[in-house]
């Protein structure tokens, strides 16, 4: 996309760019699985470039990927992380976990004091070492992320699941939907510029469900995501 004005959640770092001439494209894939014990997933890649008033450009990247489990299962949390490593050391070995904790600062639901999901990868506003370097990165992780999320997916997709998982699986979902429309960067920088709503909507889930004050009993499955698996942890 171009535009005539940088939103200002687009120039948060770089206040000298607010106002600025643009252009912006990515790419943004989000899975909403059926199946409660599968996971959704989510990856972006995105670049940026904004003009300056004295006609200079100025371009940086960003993106990652996350994964939300609703039923956790730690062999899966460690392959998720272990592909995110790889993908980072093939561009520089710094990198993995200088991206992990900044995913697992990112997707952090504030007012519900709760991460999102196990996290992944985050960066944003980079252009070091050189315009290749930083595209190798998002190319490292946009190839990395069907050898990331399809093994998961094989192996849950005929997990058996009843209406009490269901149910659970949209209660969290609600989660998703609260982080996506108050904190991702993606989705407001859509909103101030003026995009597409039904564009800028759609990584949100189909069915999400708020119950007022809703607890899962102790010691269940559904009591144990919040309490280990949606806790920041060295998964590898």
Same mark, same amino acid.
């Given at each position: 996309?171009?535009?005539?004005?940088?939103?200002?959640?687009?120039?948060?770092?770089?206040?000298?760019?607010?106002?600025?001439?643009?252009?912006?494209?990515?790419?943004?894939?989000?899975?909403?699985?059926?199946?409660?014990?599968?996971?959704?997933?989510?990856?972006?890649?995105?670049?940026?470039?904004?003009?300056?008033?004295?006609?200079?450009?100025?371009?940086?990247?960003?993106?990652?990927?996350?994964?939300?489990?609703?039923?956790?299962?730690?062999?899966?949390?460690?392959?998720?992380?272990?592909?995110?490593?790889?993908?980072?050391?093939?561009?520089?070995?710094?990198?993995?976990? $200088? =991206?992990?904790?900044?995913?697992?600062? %990112?997707?952090?639901?504030?007012?519900?004091?709760? /991460?999102? &999901?196990?996290?992944?990868?985050?960066?944003?506003?980079?252009?070091?070492?050189?315009?290749?370097?930083?595209?190798?990165?998002?190319?490292?992780?946009?190839?990395?992320?069907?050898?990331?999320?399809?093994?998961?997916?094989?192996?849950?997709?005929?997990?058996?699941?009843?209406?009490?998982?269901?149910?659970?699986?949209?209660?969290?979902?609600? $989660? =998703?939907?609260?982080?996506?429309?108050? %904190?991702?960067?993606?989705?407001?920088?859509?909103? /101030?510029? &003026?995009?597409?709503?039904?564009?800028?909507?759609?990584?949100?889930?189909?069915?999400?469900?708020?119950?007022?004050?809703?607890?899962?009993?102790?010691?269940?499955?559904?009591?144990?995501?919040?309490?280990?698996?949606?806790?920041?942890?060295?998964?590898?």
């Amino acid at each position: 996309m171009t535009g005539e004005t940088l939103p200002a959640i687009a120039s948060v770092k770089r206040p000298e760019l607010a106002g600025s001439v643009f252009e912006a494209m990515g790419v943004s894939v989000v899975m909403h699985p059926r199946n409660p014990f599968v996971p959704t997933a989510h990856l972006n890649v995105r670049y940026f470039q904004a003009t300056k008033k004295n006609g200079e450009h100025v371009w940086w990247v960003g993106g990652g990927y996350d994964l939300t489990p609703y039923y956790g299962f730690e062999d899966d949390c460690a392959h998720w992380h272990r592909s995110a490593k790889k993908a980072c050391d093939a561009i520089n070995p710094d990198y993995y976990s $200088r =991206y992990k904790k900044w995913a697992d600062d %990112y997707f952090y639901i504030k007012h519900r004091n709760e /991460q999102r &999901g196990i996290g992944g990868l985050f960066f944003d506003d980079l252009n070091a070492v050189s315009f290749d370097h930083c595209f190798s990165l998002l190319k490292k992780v946009g190839d990395s992320f069907i050898d990331a999320y399809l093994p998961i997916v094989e192996k849950r997709k005929s997990h058996a699941f009843a209406q009490k998982h269901r149910d659970f699986q949209y209660y969290r979902r609600g $989660r =998703y939907a609260e982080f996506n429309l108050v %904190y991702d960067r993606g989705t407001l920088f859509g909103l /101030q510029f &003026g995009g597409r709503i039904e564009s800028i909507l759609v990584s949100l889930p189909p069915v999400v469900h708020w119950i007022y004050d809703w607890k899962p009993e102790m010691g269940s499955e559904e009591a144990r995501l919040t309490e280990f698996f949606l806790q920041p942890r060295d998964w590898i």
